[in-house]
């Protein structure tokens, strides 16, 4: 289209110079006819003898930018259009995945039914351990039971809820559970259930974990992976800290995750 | 079995601590510290006597490891 605009006057210039482009020597007449060319197509276009026939060079050029304009902004409104629509598709999935996904049904240390909707609203700092470990889970869960003594110490910011889910429900009954979690925060909340209930919430989170051999006493040490894992209140999975993070950069990413976060569930 | 309380992991905690301190300052020389050893053999359940001996064996290799006591052999002759 852009051709239509500036052939003819292309064109219509190159007509009249053509039987002179015959005689041309090389070098020296054909840099000259070029200037005329060139010169030909300034502004100062008033004192030529040859009337134009179509639109002057600046309102070619106006034209031309003006079109490449709105080529630009139908680019920029398509990449709009496709951008929002792939916001929509996310929230959508991450919506489903609020509802749908790692959904646990679990007894709390006091004997009631929990599942994952319970904790809806909340911000849940959750780790998973075994209450006979030797030093690992006391010193994860001390460090979580800091992050949040750190954060409700903070006004307006909402309370984090603690949850320690056991991957060793042959041992781990309600009332261990309870004894365990009295020793590190009054809102703590152990979970435990059947050995299916745990392999289902253990999947869901992706925590791996392997009873060891029983010794004489009958006991075993449970190789799990460590870490603390991170819900938003839709109930998402947002961060998790390893073992490497301290309590100071945990509670600095969660302040920055709260300040960040937008519901998708109304 | 109960798991051990919060007061019970302590006291192991503490003489495991001692026992390891008494091990730094004889070179690893277990005779010289059977005192704490039963100590702490009497404060901790058995599994995690074996953990922390685990755990102790781990820790020197580690020291030892990133003093560049290991290095990658200078032939590639097969060993």
């Known amino acids: ?266 | 079995m109960a798991a051990p309380s919060m007061k019970e992991r302590q006291a192991c905690w503490g003489a495991r601590d001692e026992y390891w301190k008494c091990l730094d300052e004889n070179t690893e020389d277990a005779s010289q510290c059977k005192k704490l050893r039963s100590s702490f053999e009497s404060s901790c359940p058995q599994q995690w006597i074996k953990y922390f001996d685990k755990r102790r064996d781990y820790l020197k290799f580690k020291e030892k490891f990133e003093a560049g006591q290991f290095q990658p052999s200078k032939t590639t002759a097969k060993s």
Request: proline share 7%; charged share 25%.
């Open chain 1, 1 to 266: 289209m852009l051709l239509l605009i500036w052939a003819p006057k292309v064109w219509h210039r190159l007509s009249p110079l053509k039987p002179p482009a015959l005689l041309w020597t090389p070098g020296g007449e054909a840099v000259h006819v070029r200037y005329r060319l060139l010169s030909r197509q300034g502004p100062g276009e008033r004192g030529r003898q040859t009337q134009p026939q179509g639109p002057g060079f600046r309102t070619r050029l106006l034209i031309t930018g003006l079109f490449g304009a709105g080529l630009g902004g139908a680019w920029l409104a398509a990449r709009a259009e496709k951008e929002r629509r792939r916001q929509q598709q996310r929230t959508e999935a991450l919506r489903q995945a609020a509802v749908g996904q790692g959904d646990f049904s679990l007894l709390d240390h006091r004997g009631q039914a929990r599942c994952k909707a319970d904790f809806r609203g909340q911000w849940v700092l959750m780790y998973f351990g075994f209450t006979h470990c030797p030093d690992i889970c006391p010193d994860e869960l001390e460090k979580l039971v800091q992050v949040v003594q750190e954060l409700e110490a903070e006004p307006g910011l909402p309370p984090v809820q603690p949850v320690f889910i056991t991957v060793d429900p042959e041992r781990d009954t309600v009332a261990a559970m309870a004894r365990y979690v009295q020793d590190f925060h009054p809102r703590l909340l152990g979970l435990t259930g059947s050995a299916e209930q745990v392999a289902q919430v253990s999947r869901s989170y992706r925590v791996y974990y392997s009873a060891g051999p029983k010794d004489e006493d009958q006991d075993y040490i449970v190789d799990h992976s460590i870490a603390i894992y991170l819900l938003s209140p839709d109930g998402l999975f947002t961060d998790y800290y390893s073992r490497a993070r301290s309590a100071q950069q945990i509670a600095d990413s969660v302040r920055r995750h709260m300040a960040a976060f937008r519901s998708v569930l109304h």
